[in-house]
């Protein structure tokens, strides 16, 4: 029981943006196709790692829960870095994404807890040969974990992402709505990341609005560049910013989609959630930033 329980709850350490729910393609459309063939599985796949605060990881899967719905695996104490540690682990799956879930028993090895999503990939190897030419540098070697095997790839503009291969292929339901992997980069590092993210995974770019409104980053009656992402990995949206943010704006790692924003602030307050943020409207969206139990800041957002 034990080791199943592993397999279910390690889709280990990975990083990632993801981009749909967070807007509708604009006038400015732009698109690239995909330069190579991914080896994505599917973004059900694509797991947001949350490092909660110590002990809060019953809190925080009960809330997140309460919220979105969906299940949860056993927590199990693992190593899941290539150097010693021990964490709790459990995986979160719900209708608006996929979370690993880690709560830390040692001190977290360099660099893990800066790597934002995990990939699944269908070739290990293959991956790390395509970040590479991508022009994204690997910042851990392919090392084993308990269920499979892992590496970590940066890419220009300094994002982090945990590519994942399972010995046994995981198999989880689709989701209902694709979650945003939300990123915050500069007019100096944008170009860069751009060539390198788009090779790598296959993506194009669906929308870049050079003049959206500010406010649903905190910054009302100003404009930023919002870029809007979508690739057989997910979505990710690229807010170009000159890193003037108000809290909690750039903690967040991952926007997800709801049906009813109202509806969902309350369950998440019900559930020992904050509202840092909003709800705020603009460009035919609402949204608001969401504080969870454990410290795990996340995007909310709907359609109007």
């Known amino acids: 029981m034990k080791r199943k329980a592993m397999a279910w709850a390690l889709p280990v350490l990975l990083v990632a943006l993801s981009v749909v729910g967070a807007g509708a393609p604009s006038s400015a459309r732009s698109e690239r196709p995909a330069a190579v063939s991914t080896t994505a599985v599917g973004p059900q796949y694509d797991t947001t790692h949350v490092y909660v605060t110590p002990g809060d990881v019953d ?28 964490t709790e682990s459990e995986l979160v799956l ?39 030419r991508s022009g994204a540098h690997v910042v851990v070697a392919p090392f084993d974990d308990p269920i499979g095997r892992d590496a970590v790839v940066q890419f220009p503009g300094g994002v982090n992402a945990q590519l994942y291969w399972h010995t046994k292929a995981p198999s989880y339901a689709p989701l209902e709505t694709v979650p945003d992997n939300r990123l915050y980069l500069t007019p100096d590092s944008v170009d860069g990341f751009l060539g390198s993210y788009l090779r790598f995974t296959g993506g194009r770019i669906v929308s870049d609005r050079r003049s959206a409104d500010a406010g649903d980053i905190g910054l009302p009656g100003r404009t930023y560049r919002r870029i809007a992402l979508r690739s057989p990995f997910g979505n990710t949206v690229v807010s170009v910013t000159d890193g003037h943010l108000p809290y909690p704006f750039g903690r967040e790692t991952t926007g997800y989609a709801v049906h009813d924003l109202a509806a969902t602030l309350r369950k998440a307050e019900a559930g020992g959630a904050k509202v840092l943020w909003g709800p705020y409207s603009a460009e035919g969206r609402s949204s608001a930033m969401v504080r969870f139990p454990g410290g795990y800041v996340a995007e909310l957002h709907a359609p109007r």
């Open 94 to 132: 719900s209708p608006v994404g996929t979370l690993s879930v880690f709560d830390f028993k040692t001190p977290v090895p360099y660099p893990f807890g800066t790597e934002r999503t995990g990939w699944l990939v269908r070739d290990l190897d293959l991956g790390v040969r395509q970040a590479r």
């Open 59 to 86: 809190r925080f899967v009960a809330s997140w829960v309460a919220t979105f719905g969906g299940t949860h695996t056993a927590k199990v104490v693992t190593t899941v870095t290539p150097t010693p540690s021990s």
